[in-house]
Structures are given as C-alpha cells and as structure tokens.
C-alpha cells in the first residue's frame, strides 16, 4: 500500500533503512509487473533531495523501488532554482506527502567548501557554485561553534530544510497545511543507518506518561 501521509511516508523510509541496515532488503517494486504498472503515471511517497555522492544511493538504502521515490541529487545537496522546481512539481502535481534532505558523514562538498573558506581561494569552474550554496552553512556553523565536519554537516541538512521552506512558498503552504513534512537526514556511509537531523513542522512529543494515583500528592 502506497504512503498517502507524512508520517505514513516517514515510517516506511525508516523502515525500509532498517531492512537495508541489518541485511534483509525485500527490493520491493523492481520486477517486471512493477515497470508496467509506472509506465504511465507515478505517484512517488517522498521526495529526496540528496547529495551525489555515489554511495547514498536513495532507493537501496531505503530499500524501495521503481515509482516510489522522488529523486533530486546535487552534491552537497543544495536548494537552488531547479532544485526548488522539482520539489514543487513533486508536491503539488504528483501529491507526495514527504520531503528529505538527505545528507551523510564525511561530505566532500562540505570539505571542499570549507576548505576554500579556509584558504580564500575559489575552486576553478562551476565547483565554485557548489561552494557559493554550502557556505551559508558554514557561517551558521561557525556561529553556533560547531566544528567537526560532521557537525557541520548536520547544520547543512538543517540549513537546507530552512531554505526549502524559505525560498518556496508553494512548499510552507503545504507543510503549514499538514499536506506536507520536511525531514532533513543523515546517513552514516559504514552503517548505512539514517538519523533525523531537523524536521519541519517539529514532531509532537511524546505523550507523558500517566500518574499512578497512589503516587501522586
């Protein structure tokens, strides 16, 4: 059955990460009857906005297949014009419940940022665009002293789940309606588990615990 809300959405990639992680992937929707029955319309549970890098491939590391995923990559996972567009059209065209940013450890496009912010000098070519998007990320991560990179990682996933939602008005409408949540993730590449780094709106907490009358007073 396909996701149709959030969190509905939400349950299945961690519980798909957690078939992967422990070594039981089911490869749902990969087969032949699959192909045909996408062949003329999608309707995609989540939208991944993830980084390029070639080790975090969404679909095996969510363990989904053909139709079920979204999936918009540019390294380091950033949130330009185009970015934006297809986050739209995901939403509101195909109806997807779900948005991740999806990030991971030891990012090299947060190093390479970093490291031209250390040095003062620009990497050649169109890497510089890379750059120019992460280091909003790395000022916000000074700014709060965080200074592992895989701290500052997280405070990119973060980051970018702020500017989808900043720069996208089409995508806070939806979010503010409930149509819609933005989970920002971290992959660990050894692992291969998935953590919740930022999420928007923020999960309800927990409900307390009840109070054993002979207790209380």
Known sequence: M?????????????AGNQRF????????????GRRAAVADGQHPFAVIV??????????????QGLGDLFVVRTAGHTAGP?????????VTVLGTPLVVVLGHDSCGAVQAARE??????????????????????LLRAAREGVEDLDGIV?????????????RSTVLAER?????????????????????????SPDPLPAPAAPVDPALAG
């Open 2 to 14: 396909i996701p149709t809300t959030p969190d509905e959405a939400l349950a299945e990639l961690r």
């Open 21 to 32: 992680v422990t070594g039981v992937p089911q490869h749902p929707n990969q087969d032949a």
């Open 50 to 63: 993830g980084c390029s890098d070639s080790r975090l491939a969404a679909e095996i590391i969510f363990d």
């Open 82 to 90: 185009e970015v934006l567009g297809s986050v739209e059209y995901a």
């Open 116 to 137: 031209a912010v250390r040095t003062g000098s620009a990497p050649a070519g169109h890497l510089g665009a890379v750059v120019d998007a992460v280091s909003p990320s």
């Open 154 to 166: 997280d405070v990119h996933i973060a980051q970018i789940v702020e500017t989808l939602l900043a």
């Open 175 to 199: 979010v503010a309606g409930g149509a819609c949540t933005v989970v920002g993730m971290s992959y660990r590449l050894s692992g291969g588990e998935v953590r919740t780094v930022a999420q």
